[in-house]
């Protein structure tokens, strides 16, 4: 079975310290909240990274990444970004999902709310809420990325990030 992790990206900067929303960067405590998570799930063979092309979301992954290279010792997996997932609702984020490649066996999403809590509830029907840096755990029943649908999924976690 495939298995779906979500994640909303760090902690961003105020949108007064940035230009546009799609430049706003992590802030100092988003930097910490992701690298606390990504020691909590260290990579896996198999896994694949689908990331908003938004600044803040970039380097939530490049996070991830880096952190899971220096413990492993070996290569992260590798990482896509996507303008489409940029502020995307489920259906589109479903979408995207469903052209990984059929070697990934977990993808990791990255992204923003509302889309990440409102694509938990159309796969498992339940509500999460998802602060910054929380990861969603979600077991699909489906042998293929392709054939992803609404309920088809099973929450099997909520890791809540670290709390200011």
Do not use: C
């Amino acid at each position: 079975m495939l298995q779906l992790m979500l994640m909303r990206h760090g902690q961003a900067e105020s949108v007064f310290d940035a230009e546009t929303d799609h430049s706003r960067a992590l802030s100092k405590y988003g930097k910490t909240q992701t690298q606390h998570q990504a020691h909590l799930f260290p990579t896996k063979t198999g896994d694949r990274l689908l990331v908003s092309d938004a600044k803040r979301t970039v380097q939530t992954a490049t996070i991830l990444t880096s952190t899971w290279a220096l413990a492993t010792r070996s290569r992260s997996p590798l990482m896509d970004s996507s303008s489409g997932a940029y502020l995307a609702e489920s259906t589109t984020l479903m979408d995207l999902i469903r052209m990984t490649p059929p070697d990934v066996q977990r993808l990791w999403l990255v992204g923003h709310n509302p889309g990440i809590g409102d694509l938990i509830s159309v796969l498992t029907g339940e509500y999460v809420p998802m602060a910054t840096a929380d990861i969603a755990q979600i077991q699909l029943t489906l042998q293929h990325w392709e054939d992803l649908d609404s309920g088809q999924g099973r929450l099997t976690g909520h890791h809540q990030s670290l709390r200011p």
